[in-house]
């Protein structure tokens, strides 16, 4: 999530283009769009990290202990 929409973009066509064609159904390819449309579109500031998760949930637990 860190990367520009851009750079997102060609990593996505990057995955897009190493996905055996032979494998890769209609509906398959459909859910895959419909993903990368919603990953464009989401608004990706809201989100946080894993590592930012983790630190919240620990000084949480450690206010709780206190």
Do not use: C, Q, W
């Not at 750079?7 to 990368?36: C, G, H, N, Q, W």
């Not at 464009?40 to 894993?50: C, P, Q, R």
Request: aromatic residues 4%; without cysteine.
């Amino acid at each position: 999530m860190k990367l520009d929409a851009g750079s997102r973009l060609e990593l996505r066509d990057a995955i897009e283009a190493s996905v055996v064609s032979e494998y890769l159904t209609p509906e398959l390819s459909s859910l895959l769009t419909e993903r990368f449309a919603e990953d464009d579109a989401a608004n990706h500031d809201d989100y946080i990290s894993l590592e930012e998760l983790e630190r919240k949930t620990l000084a949480r637990r450690a206010k709780r202990t206190a």
